[in-house]
C-alpha cells in the first residue's frame, strides 16, 4: 500500500467528519446551556459562527474524562498551554460536575443539529450503521478522549447517535496525531508553528488561539530554525517532508477505520459532505477547518 493509497481515504473521511462532529464546539444551544451553568456567553463570532468561551469549552470537551484536574485536561488536549487550561478547568468545576455539563454538551450539539438538518435528515439510519461500522476495530490503548467518549451510551435522537459516534472517530484521530507529532519530536509550540505552515497560513497567527506567550513561541521557533525546519519564516522542504510524515503516521493509526468501512467509506463521505453545507451554511462550523485549510495546502 502506498502512501496515497493509506492517506488518501483516512484524511478524506476526517475532512468530511469534521463540521458534523466539531459543530459542537459552536452550537449556540451548546452556548445558552453553558451560560445557563455559570459560564460566560460566547465572547463573539466569526462572522455567522459563535465563538465558544474558553473555561465552557475546555470544561465540557474535557467532562468525558470525568472530573479531571486542569493539568489532566491539558495532557490530553495536547496542543494547549497548560498554563491557560488549568486555571479555566479549576473555574469550571468550581461551577458544575463533569456529568452535568457532558449532558449539556450533548444536548446542545443535538440540538444544534436538530435545527439545522431536522431530527432525521436523508441517510442518517444509514450514516449510523456506517459510523458504527467505522469505530468497530479501534482500541482504546492510548487515547484518552477517545476512550472517554467510548464510555457513553449513544443519545436516543439519531442525529444524536450519528453525532456521538462521529465523535469518537474524530477524537481517535486526534489522539493518534498527538502521539505521532510526540513520535516526530516535537512539542505542542513546535507542532503548532510548523502546521500553521504547513496549512499555508502565516506563522503565529492560528497557534495563538493556543494561548502560547511570545517568548514561548520565540523559542519554539529557534528550535525549528536549529533543526533547519524553518528559515526566515518559511517551511523549508526539510519541515514539510518531517510535517507531512507526522500525518502519514497520524493516517496509519487510522487504518482500522477505513479497513472497516471498507466499500462504505465513500457512501458515509457521501451522506456528510450535503450536512456539512447546511451546518457551515447556518453559522454552526467556520467556513474553513483545519481539514479545509490542510486540503487547500495540497
Not at 469549552?57 to 495536547?78: D, E, I, K
Not at 497548560?82 to 461551577?95: C, K, Q
Request: proline share 6%; net charge negative.
Amino acid at each position: 500500500m502506498t502512501e496515497t493509497d493509506l492517506s488518501l481515504p483516512a484524511r478524506r473521511l476526517a475532512a468530511a467528519l469534521e463540521p458534523f462532529a466539531g459543530q459542537v464546539y459552536f452550537s449556540r444551544e451548546c452556548h445558552a446551556l453553558y451560560e445557563g451553568l455559570g459560564f460566560s456567553p460566547s465572547p463573539g463570532q466569526m462572522g455567522e459562527v459563535a465563538l465558544p468561551d474558553g473555561p465552557a469549552y475546555f470544561t465540557s470537551r474535557g467532562s468525558v474524562l470525568g472530573q479531571a484536574p486542569g493539568t489532566v485536561v491539558a495532557a490530553a488536549f495536547g496542543v494547549f498551554n497548560p498554563a491557560a487550561v488549568m486555571p479555566a478547568v479549576d473555574f469550571g468545576w468550581s461551577l458544575t460536575d463533569a456529568s452535568t455539563i457532558c449532558d449539556a454538551r450533548t444536548a446542545g450539539a443535538v440540538g444544534q443539529l436538530s435545527r439545522i438538518l431536522g431530527a432525521a435528515p436523508d441517510g442518517i439510519e444509514r450514516a449510523i450503521e456506517l459510523l458504527g461500522r467505522a469505530g468497530e476495530r479501534l482500541r482504546p490503548e492510548g487515547r484518552a478522549l477517545y476512550a472517554g467518549l467510548l464510555a457513553l451510551e449513544l443519545p436516543r435522537e439519531p442525529v444524536g447517535a450519528a453525532w456521538r459516534l462521529a465523535d469518537r472517530l474524530r477524537e481517535y484521530r486526534g489522539d493518534a496525531h498527538i502521539a505521532a507529532w510526540l513520535d516526530g519530536g516535537y512539542d505542542a509550540t513546535e507542532i503548532g508553528l510548523l502546521t500553521e505552515l504547513y496549512w499555508g497560513l502565516p506563522m503565529r497567527t492560528y497557534v495563538r488561539t493556543r494561548a502560547w506567550s511570545d517568548e514561548q513561541l520565540d523559542e519554539a521557533e529557534a528550535r525549528l530554525i536549529e533543526r533547519g525546519l524553518v528559515v526566515d519564516g518559511a517551511m523549508t522542504e526539510a519541515g514539510r517532508r518531517s510535517r507531512e510524515e507526522v500525518e502519514v503516521a497520524t493516517d496509519r493509526q487510522c487504518q482500522p477505520i477505513v479497513d472497516g468501512l471498507g466499500d462504505g467509506l465513500e457512501e458515509l463521505i457521501g451522506i456528510l459532505m450535503p450536512w456539512d453545507d447546511e451546518i457551515r451554511a447556518a453559522g454552526g462550523y467556520p467556513p474553513a477547518g483545519p481539514h479545509t485549510l490542510a486540503g487547500r495546502r495540497r
